[in-house]
């Protein structure tokens, strides 16, 4: 069994800046990174970025430029700096335990239990 816990959502204005966090527990071994998914009302859940345990990154073009993860593997948490946000952001966010190869996140079968992330303009 794997635990994620997410952290750090909240309201700010378009421009301003967020930092996710999520604390990553339990059994993991089976997973090598952390995917970051928002899923905005009425749409489907995107993958938005990624970081395995190497440092490698993914991000989807929505957000390159503008936001950021990396991992502190000694307090096993994994973080999402969102810069420059958008009114588009807003959003749940939520933290998958998946696979990072090559460059290409692959979705696992945990997830936190997602942040609220509103982005007003």
């Known amino acids: 069994q794997v635990q994620l816990v997410e952290s750090g959502g909240g309201l700010v204005q378009a421009g301003g800046s967020l930092r996710l966090s999520c604390v990553y527990s339990?059994?993991?071994?089976?997973?090598?990174?952390i995917g970051w998914y928002r899923q905005a009302p009425g749409k489907q859940r995107e993958l938005v970025g990624s970081?395995?345990?190497?440092?490698?990154?993914t991000y989807a073009d929505s957000v390159k430029g503008r936001f950021t993860s990396s991992r502190d593997s000694a307090k096993n948490t994994v973080f999402l700096q969102m810069n420059n946000l958008k009114a588009q952001d807003t959003a749940v966010y939520y933290c998958?335990?998946?696979?990072?190869?090559?460059?290409?996140?692959?979705?696992?079968?945990?997830w936190g239990q997602g942040t609220q992330v509103t982005v007003s303009s």
């Open positions: 998958n335990a998946g696979g990072n190869y090559i460059g290409t996140y692959y979705m696992g079968n945990y």
């Open positions: 339990g059994t993991t071994r089976g997973f090598n990174a």
């Open positions: 970081v395995n345990w190497d440092g490698i990154t």
